[in-house]
């Protein structure tokens, strides 16, 4: 079972730097980490993506450790509109079938003047 | 943004009733998804299809069944609503490569009362 997890909720205040930790200690050797971000009443989007050391794209950063058994996605000075739920994913379909697909509740971050 | 519709986008229904949701995609992608979002639960998957009339059961799946009968539709069916399945329901879709799926972009959701 593909689990992971997250902390149910963060704090932060704009223009931080914010971290969000996932652990899955049964990460498999072909599995991928994916994290998404949800708005109220509208469906997840794409974040990032990796497999492991770091990956960086226009939006956030996801620091995978050599062991892969946890996952950190940063944000770099946040703003208000990064409130939002943040999930974290391990391994897809292919790979483990509809447990690659276990969203949990994710992280609600929420981000203070 | 990803071509992915659904239809209705909200509906109210009496228990007993059997409902139809729609989801379709303009980008050929091979899986789609159907979800449910509850308050408390998170994103949970009902069923996915990896193909035309391929398709298998997700976390979820009593109640529910599929059909996908061409590559950019997936229907979801009630055969009998209840109350319980009143929700919020998400369709997704993934490509595929290499026998890896890629990341998922979901549909802008369907808002269902059961009554």
């Known amino acids: 079972l593909a689990k992971t997890t997250q902390p149910i909720s963060m704090d932060s205040y704009e223009g931080q730097e914010v971290n969000i930790t996932c652990s899955h200690n049964n990460i498999a050797t072909n599995d991928y980490i994916t994290w998404y971000q949800q708005f109220p009443s509208q469906g997840p989007r794409f974040i990032i993506q990796g497999y492991k050391t770091k990956v960086t794209n226009e939006v956030a950063s996801l620091f995978i450790p050599a062991d892969r058994k946890s996952s950190t996605l940063s944000l770099p000075r946040v703003s208000l509109s990064d409130t939002a739920v943040y999930y974290c994913?391990?391994?897809?379909?292919?790979?483990?079938?509809?447990?690659?697909?276990?969203f949990g509740k994710g992280t609600h971050l929420i981000i203070q003047p | 943004d990803a071509g992915i519709t659904q239809s209705p986008r909200h509906k109210v229904t009496e228990t007993g009733t059997p409902v139809t949701l729609r989801c379709h995609q303009t980008?050929?992608?091979?899986?789609m998804y159907w979800y449910r979002q509850d308050p408390g639960h998170g994103l949970r998957l009902i069923h996915y299809?990896?193909?035309?009339?391929?398709?298998d059961k997700g976390e979820v799946s009593d109640g529910y069944s599929v059909s996908r009968s061409k590559t950019e539709d997936f229907l979801l069916t009630l055969e009998s609503a209840t109350s319980s399945q009143t929700s919020v329901y998400f369709c997704?879709?993934?490509?595929?490569?290499?026998?890896?799926?890629?990341?998922?972009?979901f549909g802008p959701g369907t808002r269902l009362t059961v009554t």
């Open positions: 997704a879709i993934s490509h595929e490569h290499q026998g890896m799926t890629y990341e998922q972009y």
């Open positions: 299809s990896y193909g035309v009339k391929d398709t």
């Open positions: 994913l391990v391994g897809d379909i292919v790979s483990r079938g509809a447990d690659g697909l276990t």
């Open positions: 980008e050929n992608h091979r899986y």
